[in-house]
């Protein structure tokens, strides 16, 4: 656990619910700014640097609070209107690294977001969000933007991916962009193009373990997004991830029903010996194969 002396604060975590699948209010944007952590900035017990950001919330209302960075590896805290850390999370999953929170606030009351680097020592510029309501029943511009220069059918696919993921499931998803190659050294030229789904809520280690569902939302992805290469699937709260990917083997394999080749990345088991030192760091498999732990 983080260390919070310079902020006089408690280090007590209370107990909080995630919010598995919004009421049907709608969004309201509290937040969204950039920000910049630099020498001069606070600093934690453990040399890390973090800016404060304060919001007003309502008892029983559903908040989302998203952290990215390119510069650093981000970490968020938030703290209730009486100084206690409530939550906290690091990495949204084991491939996405930018932080995530979502959470039912138990009180009324200003407060606080701590935007921090998982590293003592880091700077640089970060974006910062903080969405209350119905966030995952996600805009059209916000889908748009979740995948580089998507067409109208890749976002209509995506919109509809999650419809269907979420339809009688209490599961939240966090939809992300990514690059292919900050996971692979060689990847399909053509399609540079990733999606990060962090499930969390109830259905999570269902849907995780539903291969025919996730190989069904992900062939539909990659065949109407035509830079889009690979889906992974994962969870802040369930370890292991799945990856499903183009395989062009496969395509002289079609199946009478003239499927996509899109298929599960193959299981590559990193030895203890072999699993990167620090946080920051991940194992590089080959295409077609996802670290399994």
């Known amino acids: 656990m983080r ?31 950039q920000g910049t952590l ?34 650093f590896d981000p970490y968020l805290i938030l703290l209730d209107p009486d100084g206690n850390r409530i939550s906290e999370n690091d990495d949204i999953s084991h491939s996405n690294r930018n932080s995530q929170l979502r959470v039912i606030l138990p009180s009324t ?18 974006k910062i969000r903080i969405d209350v309501g119905d966030y995952q029943s996600s805009t059209p511009e916000a ?10 059918l890749c976002n209509s696919t995506l919109e509809g991916t999650l419809d269907r993921l979420k339809a009688d499931r209490d599961v939240g998803i966090l939809v992300s962009a990514l690059r292919l190659n900050t996971l ?9 193009n990733g999606l990060n789904m962090a499930f969390s809520g109830p ?9 025919q ?7 539909e992805l990659i065949q109407n997004c035509d830079s889009l290469g690979a889906v992974i699937f994962g969870s802040a709260e369930v370890d292991g991830e799945e990856v499903f990917g183009y395989i062009p083997a496969l395509e002289n394999s079609r199946n009478a029903s003239n499927s996509f080749p899109v298929s599960k990345f193959a299981c590559a088991p990193i030895a203890p010996e072999q699993r990167p ?11 077609g194969e996802q670290v399994c732990l």
């Open 143 to 152: 889908i748009a933007a979740s995948i580089p220069n998507s067409s109208t």
């Open 38 to 71: 630099t020498t001069g900035d606070a600093v934690l017990d453990d040399g890390s640097l973090y800016d404060q950001h304060t919001f007003s919330g309502n008892s029983g209302e559903q908040v989302t609070i998203s952290l990215e960075s390119q510069a």
């Open 184 to 192: 692979y050294e060689e990847i399909i030229s053509a399609r540079p």
């Open 109 to 126: 009351g200003l407060y606080i977001v701590v935007a921090n680097s998982y590293e003592s020592g880091k700077n640089g510029d970060y």
């Open 213 to 219: 569902v996730l190989n069904q939302a992900s062939s």
């Open 3 to 33: 260390a919070l002396q310079q902020l006089g604060v408690l280090s007590t975590v209370v107990s909080l619910s995630f919010c598995m699948g919004w009421s049907a209010a709608k969004a309201e944007t509290l937040l969204n700014t």
């Open 203 to 211: 259905a999570t280690e269902s849907l995780l373990t539903s291969p």
């Open 277 to 287: 030192a620090a946080p920051t760091q991940r194992a590089t498999p080959q295409w």
